[in-house]
């Protein structure tokens, strides 16, 4: 997300910085590379033209000019200014005080609305939320059959009517069926368009007209640059939004929707849909977000994912087991599918500060870790927690169960237990400091 515009940014930004004296001349120069940056970044226009005004209105003043550190009170103002165009603070989603909360997901076809619902419905349910689904996509059988699929796999319920094409009539019946199930939350998944056309939007109006929801949120996809700005300009003055979520956000390296879409509509962006899995769903920080921009990193977002991950106990109980070198392979298998659920080490490298653009960029085999678990798991319980008794008919057998080679097991072993040691003395000069997980050439 966001690389191009990142890595240009975030070369002003190093040049600037140690800059001790900024002058008007200087400024615009700066000024015209941010200014380019971000038309590169596919950022709408008139958003560019009023970023770099309040840039420039706010540098130009005597406390910058003045200042000891001019450089820094530039690149403060940036990120400021950042913030402001992505979202003066989190916004959160608008529950009723008498539930079920009804939120309707509206969108072009193709934005991701249907596969945004699951992941929605995901999240809700983290924060001890009893969504249900509702199949109001009847122009598209598979949008339905992919909504079905989806709440199977969440164990959510979804209601759908196959052979209706009444929209309203469903939208009701559905929250009738999840009021007398005693659900918090009602996801409305409604029909899109490949382009906005009096049919559509008709037809979300007399819907919002007949169910009043308490949150309509649009789905845009990142990766439709400016024209994001048109399609939350139709859909906020046609149908009138309360929110955005940004889909797609993974595969855009440019950004220019992110940070025009708000500005324009001043409708909060509230998640950014980061990935494939269900689970990849992510409330929008606009701090957070303008801090990965500058290559400041996102240390708060790295803390949500891990206390998501981890159990305080456990990690109590961990930090026991290292201190005392009782820290085994179950272990070690355990604390690697943890990090997986926080997400690919691409994805956490990115939230880092201080990371290297050559590091952020160097491709990441993750199918090493899938190796080293092919191992792990091939091992009996007794030696997982007892290396030390992996002979050589024992390693051979792993080898053939893992589908690796007896080299691959030794060196795995070798750095384990050189992992071991290394945890054990950072532990007694009291902190964990880096530790290399095992490679796998």
């Known amino acids: 997300m966001f690389e191009s515009l990142s890595d240009k940014l975030q070369n002003i930004a190093k040049k600037i910085k140690g800059e001790t004296r900024i002058n008007e001349k200087s400024l615009k120069e700066m000024l015209r590379e941010i200014k380019l940056a971000l038309l590169e970044a596919d950022v709408n226009y008139m958003v560019v033209k009023d970023f770099i005004k309040n840039i420039e209105t706010k540098a130009l003043g005597a406390d910058v000019l003045d200042s000891l550190t001019p450089g820094q009170q530039v690149v403060k103002i940036v990120k ?90 469903i939208a009701k019946n559905g929250i009738k069926k999840a009021e007398s199930k005693l659900c918090d939350v009602v996801l409305i998944d409604t029909a899109g368009r490949l382009q906005i056309d009096d049919e559509l939007m008709g037809e979300l109006v007399e819907l919002k007209n007949a169910v009043h929801p308490h949150e309509i949120m649009l789905v845009v996809d990142a990766m439709t640059g400016q024209e994001a700005v048109n399609v939350a300009n139709t859909f906020n003055e046609k149908v009138g939004i309360d929110s955005i979520t940004m889909s797609k956000m993974d595969s855009d390296t440019r950004g220019g ?102 590091v952020r960029d160097a491709e990441i085999d993750e199918s090493k870790i899938d190796k080293i678990n092919a191992i792990v798991t091939s091992m009996t319980k007794q030696e997982r927690r007892n290396p030390k008794i992996l002979n050589a008919s024992r390693r051979i057998r792993i080898a053939k169960g893992s589908g690796n080679e007896v080299s691959d097991i030794n060196r795995f072993i070798s750095q384990f237990e050189q992992m071991q040691k290394m945890m054990k003395q950072m532990m007694s000069q009291k902190g964990l400091g880096k530790f290399k997980i095992p490679n796998m050439k």
């Open 80 to 169: 400021d200014e950042l913030i402001s165009l992505l979202g003066d603070g989190t916004s959160k989603l608008n529950f009723a005080k008498n539930p079920p909360t009804i939120i309707m997901l509206v969108g072009l076809q193709g934005s991701g609305k249907t596969t945004l619902c699951g992941k929605l419905s995901n999240y809700l349910r983290k924060e001890n939320k009893k969504p249900m689904m509702i199949a109001c996509d009847v122009y598209r059988p598979a949008a339905i059959k992919q909504l079905e699929t989806l709440g199977k796999s969440l164990n959510i319920d979804v209601y759908s009517e196959l052979d209706s094409k009444d929209v309203v009539a």
């Open 257 to 358: 929707a992110a940070l025009s879409v708000k500005h324009i509509t001043n409708k909060p962006i509230k998640f950014a849909s980061v990935g494939e899995k269900l689970s990849e769903l992510e409330v929008f920080h606009p701090d957070r977000v303008a801090s990965r921009i500058l290559g400041m990193g996102d240390v708060l977002s790295i803390i949500d994912k891990a206390e998501e991950a981890y159990d305080e106990k456990q990690a109590v109980e961990l930090e026991k087991k290292i201190r005392k070198s009782e820290f085994t392979l179950d272990d070690y298998l355990d604390q690697m599918k943890k990090i997986r659920k926080m997400g690919s080490f691409k994805q956490i490298l990115t939230m880092l500060p201080g990371v290297p653009k050559e």
